[in-house]
């Protein structure tokens, strides 16, 4: 079960969890993981985008990569993006010294043409070592960054220690199709694409080509579950269980309060302690947790999972 | 039933049917006009984002609000978002000329800062006529325009014509619980706020302070019931409805494809001849086509309004 | 003296004179037109974005071509930028039937990607016809589209109605030399390249392969008397010339205000009437007014045009 | 000549020298310090955006901050604006607690509107402490957050701690001027005022109400004296002074080469080693660089600073 570009399942976005005075909570970084483990996951990405990497000290993001690779049996990606290489490598060198299995990397804001963004990997992989598995990232709605099909082929070409596409593109089901059919052409190596947009499109995704999710939607041992029906042909009963699902999944979709929704349902779960973000973070109203408990309450009628 | 700060219900976004040919589709206007009524829709909104408006002519524009004005019973209204005032002014004056009720107005995609943004209105007011009523188009992931809550209220204040948001931010629940908030502190006066984004969010915004909804959404004959299940206080068969339709409303929102699915479903459904769109427009591929009749193949087992 | 693919020297932005009440002065543009001859200019482009076109009515557009068409004895360029091809399409065969000797084609502001923008021209030539001489107009600051130089390489490859690149990326030296070295090594057909920026950057293009300026700086005499001293090997007086002018052109440079600044000095200039702008457009103040008049002043003492 | 909000004369933007190996080049830190204050220079502004601060591991920074500091007899200011405010806050004391005289902070990218500006100073000023001096950057066009006169505004009312304004708004004239007439009608209190653009409206600034400039143009000692000459009411010779400067400062102002002409130059004089920049960075051509030695040699006849 290690990171190749033959990965398939599910990698959870891992939150990071804290108290409410803003410190790191520890006990809740252990519960998480083995909780992602125990949900089937094949893998953890930690220090992503929800995992409020910037939030954190260098010394805090050290010390929960440490406690991740420590405990997980799985292998664990940690997001290394930055606005500079410096900060990047350092990171990723850290990182993989303490036994992560990769790491992932997004483009910076400011890119915008296909060479601009071809040339940013190009010193992206430079700076932390072409030895480092990664996974690439696309993610416009919240990059700001476009890649064309053709892009994501060229950056996977050039560097082959490139594994994985984190696929986040909206609407993103055709480019799932086209890239694997430049692979069917023969025009591009294998590679594992998992799907992020906290799986809004993943009733159809992996008919399309994915290998599975990388999000961080707060039941992961539903994802498992759907990606397995998949796996056994079972589409209907695919359907109906990611449909059960859906009004969850599309309300934790929110720009801004979805890590609010994420760490709330994970907090009801009595996975982590307190759904405390640090600034900047939105808290839920007391209007929009009552609707997510309404969400939770009527998807406890068909998976008892959310029955809490 | 006219257009007024008590407006409710649903008001379709119509879209401009076409032939494959690119020509315009004349039948198929009257054919959606009477649909969008016998849905049981409140108001017509033409000629807005989803109506292919920047690819019609003028004088197309223009047949257009005439045809639709000269059948409709409900009251239609026209959008006239446009790069200058003076296309503004012209299209809008002339709109009114031919019996429309009102216009729609965005924020040209430039406007930063908050005074921009209400300098903005003030010109666009001016260039109209204050004595056009109007709907203030709210819609940042598309227009790239971020109005706050504050900013809302001080056009809606400033212009006595403004009778209606288009609410569309997202995420934006609170936003509408903020604004209907400084109602009941008595710093607003009323008006009508009409939901879009595609239905994403309708199972919600009605209990928020939203009077209904403003979208395009293939089946306006759900979501006229489903604003009459919200106002006859039936909360859970709303949410029943809603979910069932969620996989669909999801798929469809998909900016750049998601007309195409709309036009799709309008085909199906026998409202509009054909699904064609003009240049620029994406088209379904034969596999996103085959998505969409799946989830209406689903959606029929619950809602016989789509065993087509 | 015709508008082809060696097309040399200045073309001049035309502005759009207004009276204060904001009609059209129409005496203002006989004698801009001739004033911009009379100025050597070997072409002008009306229309174009600080010609305020997105201001004007259709009819009005039309009545500005005739009129100008009709006058000028060097070749006219119309820009038909427009959000969608119907309009741009019109456009495009209207000022190409009263005599236009060509249209300027920019970016639409939504593009990201190099397949995007290839795309989009595509479509645009389509549009308004292959037929038709055009120039292609390179200008992220305010478009917000990049175009990397393989992308600009594609787009004339592509479509050998494409005769001119309007050249305004900032930073751009690099630039220009990198297309004239792909002309030079064969991979490039021969096309003009006139710069913009409203001339920021006329002290080194020339060297580095452009053809002119395409740009309104309120005095054209000096941009011709520029280009050909740079003709004429003339390297230190054409720095010369060009540093006085400098301060002027710099404070010209101003997004927004730059349009106001230019109308003051042709009203000075005795050119226009008035330095009307219509409506949204910055007025300068008075202070600014005062500041210009000093540079002008200034500018006097080395160059008698300047001495008003 | 502390740092305060009567602050005047001009803060070096302080490049960071390398080697070409990439490694921090100590002993021009020291002579650019030596530099600066021979200069005239009434402060030093370390890790800005032209000081590459994101290519710094922490430890590099800290490493500046002190021997700067240790150096210096100016104020120094320390550039904290960073993704999170853990890394701010961290950087800021760390900052203050060797000695440094304040921090700057420019808002993060993301900012759309009033409120949120408002807001990110407030979390900022909570993250460093009210007690740490700083300076507001206010730079829309490369961090693309827009700051309207009132926003700034409030933001200084806010928070007593701002001293100052790096002004970089372009255009930016009418911008101070209302600032000053807002303090004048006693509805602001008093802060400095230095202005950034590399210099590029600093003929008109001092005479709107700024109190300098704050930026890092290749000859600091050409500023002060300039500054000098407004302050003695010596208009006409500012001016003489400024325009001589005017080619290079303009050549200078491109965004992506101005770092690496600044670096040329600086190098050219003898201040530091290298014109190296880490990655990413772009280098000049050789044809950029005799470009720049052109204009060098041209403002050597007047200015025997450049004489070089």
Redo the contacts between chains.
């Keep these: 079960m290690s990171f190749s570009a033959q990965s398939k399942g599910v990698y959870a976005i891992a939150t990071t969890p804290f108290l409410p005075d803003g410190s790191l909570d520890t006990p809740s970084v252990d519960r998480l993981t083995d909780f992602y483990q125990d949900s089937g996951c094949t893998g953890i990405t930690i220090l992503g985008i929800m995992g409020e990497?910037?939030?954190?000290?260098?010394s805090?993001s050290r010390a929960i990569i440490r406690q991740v690779v420590g405990r997980s049996r799985v292998p664990v990606i940690v997001g290394v993006s930055?606005?500079?290489?410096?900060?990047m490598r350092?990171l990723a060198r850290d990182a993989m010294d303490m036994g992560a299995a990769g790491v992932m990397i997004a483009p910076t804001?400011a890119l915008?043409?296909?060479?601009?963004i071809i040339?940013?990997f190009g010193?992206a992989v430079?700076?932390v070592g072409d030895d480092v598995p990664w996974v690439l990232q696309d993610y416009p709605l919240t990059l700001n960054v476009?890649?064309?099909v053709?892009?994501v082929a060229k950056v996977i070409s050039n560097h082959s220690s490139c594994l994985m596409l984190k696929h986040e593109d909206?609407?993103g089901?055709?480019k799932i199709?086209r890239l694997r059919a430049l692979q069917k052409a023969g025009e591009l190596r294998p590679f594992s694409i998992l799907c992020g947009n906290g799986g809004?499109?993943l009733?159809?995704e992996p008919e399309?080509g994915a290998d599975g999710a990388m999000t961080g939607y707060g039941f992961p041992d539903m994802l498992t579950e759907l990606i397995g029906l998949f796996a056994a042909g079972k589409r209907d009963e695919a359907?109906d269980l990611?449909?059960a699902h859906?009004?969850l999944i599309?309300y934790e979709q929110?720009?801004?309060?979805g890590l609010a929704v994420r760490k709330h349902v994970l907090k009801r779960r009595g996975v982590i302690t307190s759904d405390a973000q640090?600034?900047?973070g939105l808290a839920l109203?007391e209007?929009?947790r009552a609707?997510v408990d309404y969400l939770l309450q009527?998807l406890g009628r068909r998976d008892k999972r959310a029955a809490l």
């Design positions: 990497a910037p939030k954190l000290e260098p805090e930055a606005p500079g290489f410096a900060a350092s804001p915008r043409t296909d060479e601009q040339n940013y010193q430079e700076a476009v890649m064309s053709s892009v909206w609407p089901l055709e199709s809004m499109f009733d159809f399309r359907h990611f449909d859906l009004p599309r929110q720009l801004g309060i640090r600034k900047p109203s209007t929009a609707e009527r």
